[in-house]
């Protein structure tokens, strides 16, 4: 079993930046795929970003490419999402996502999610 747990959310004008962190419980985090989704209010879960375990491989929405960057800390268990040139459309509630084997961008292919923090650009 792996637990998620998201922080760094919070409010901030257009044009600005946060990072987001989700740390991890379990011993193999580092051989999990980690990914990132986010939810607006009366839309679906959509994909940001995923990261293999090694680094290697990374996938970005077209959205976000160029304006967000995913990383990860296996020495930390931690994931981060660095997020700049933020819009008001980034606006939504971020999750965390693991999975212990597969690679895709589908929310179906993650089997942990964290709880969720609330990112909210202002224009």
């Known amino acids: 079993q792996v637990q998620l747990v998201e922080s760094g959310g919070g409010s901030v004008q257009a044009g600005g930046s946060l990072r987001l962190s989700c740390v991890a419980s379990?011993?193999?985090?580092?051989?999990?795929?980690m990914g990132w989704f986010r939810q607006a209010p009366g839309k679906e879960r959509e994909f940001v970003a995923a990261?293999?375990?090694?680094?290697?491989?990374?996938n970005y929405a077209d959205s976000v490419k160029g304006r967000f960057t995913i990383s990860r800390d296996n020495a930390k268990n931690t994931v981060y999402l660095q997020m700049n040139s933020l819009k008001p459309e980034d606006t939504a509630v971020y999750y965390c996502a693991a999975d212990p084997s597969r690679w895709g961008s589908a929310p179906s292919f993650f089997a942990y999610w964290g709880q969720g923090t609330q990112v909210t650009v202002s224009s």
């Open positions: 379990g011993r193999t985090f580092s051989t999990y795929t």
């Open positions: 990261i293999r375990w090694s680094s290697s491989y990374t």
